[in-house]
């Protein structure tokens, strides 16, 4: 088992189970949305560095981090390399969109904990085999709520973080489907829909 990555989200979101996804913006507006989560009480938030131009923004949130003692995940890690970009730029963990074992190796080589992305079982059985129980259901909105309950049957060990048009109109079906907890991304740029989603995640089970 990857001691790192099942520690620390199994404690991640056993307050508020969302997590925010920062995509796309210039540091200062990625800097501004994470203190906006933080504020409202959600602690996970993650930057994605599908491109070079967007390392700066990881900086700046994680500096913004440091200072509310928060750590922040850097997103759409899918080479080895981004791996270490992410480490040496002080990134609390990884996040991809699929599973690639390469990947799954450099973050366990360097203790940095990894939320793979799953969209079938054989997915989850890769993530299991490098002792992952912590995976991302990619693109949750294509597979559905259903999906999340079906893949729990065999394999309800695994603590699923549905991702991909999760909304206030939504993210409670995926919860009561199984889902450990719902990432976010559109909803932040509106306070309104970001407090629906809060509001949501934080009733009734």
Do not use: C
């Not at 920062?22 to 994470?34: D, H, K, S, T």
């Not at 913004?64 to 990134?91: C, M, S």
């Not at 490098?130 to 695994?158: D, I, M, N, Y």
């Amino acid at each position: 088992m990857d001691s790192a990555a099942e520690a620390y989200f199994a404690s991640a979101f056993t307050g508020v189970p969302v997590l925010a996804i920062l995509r796309g913006y210039a540091p200062e507006r990625a800097v501004e949305l994470a203190h906006r989560a933080w504020d409202l009480g959600l602690e996970q938030v993650e930057v994605p560095i599908q491109s070079p131009d967007a390392v700066p923004a990881l900086r700046a949130v994680i500096a913004a981090g440091a200072d509310r003692g928060r750590r922040v995940g850097a997103g759409t890690v899918i080479t080895a390399e981004q791996v270490h970009l992410a480490a040496e730029a002080g990134a609390g963990f990884t996040v991809a969109p699929g599973t690639d074992p390469e990947v799954l190796a450099a973050s366990a080589a360097i203790g940095l904990p990894h939320l793979p992305g799953v969209s079938s079982p054989s997915d989850v059985q890769v993530a299991l085999k490098h002792g992952l129980t912590w995976v991302k259901a990619f693109p949750a909105e294509v597979l559905g709520p259903a999906w999340v309950r079906a893949v729990r049957a065999p394999f309800p060990q695994v603590n699923i973080v549905a991702t991909g048009g999760i909304g206030a109109d939504n993210a409670a079906e995926y919860l009561a489907a199984g889902a450990a907890a719902v990432a976010i991304g559109s909803a932040l740029a509106g306070p309104a829909q970001l407090e629906r989603v809060l509001a949501v995640v934080s009733g009734p089970r």
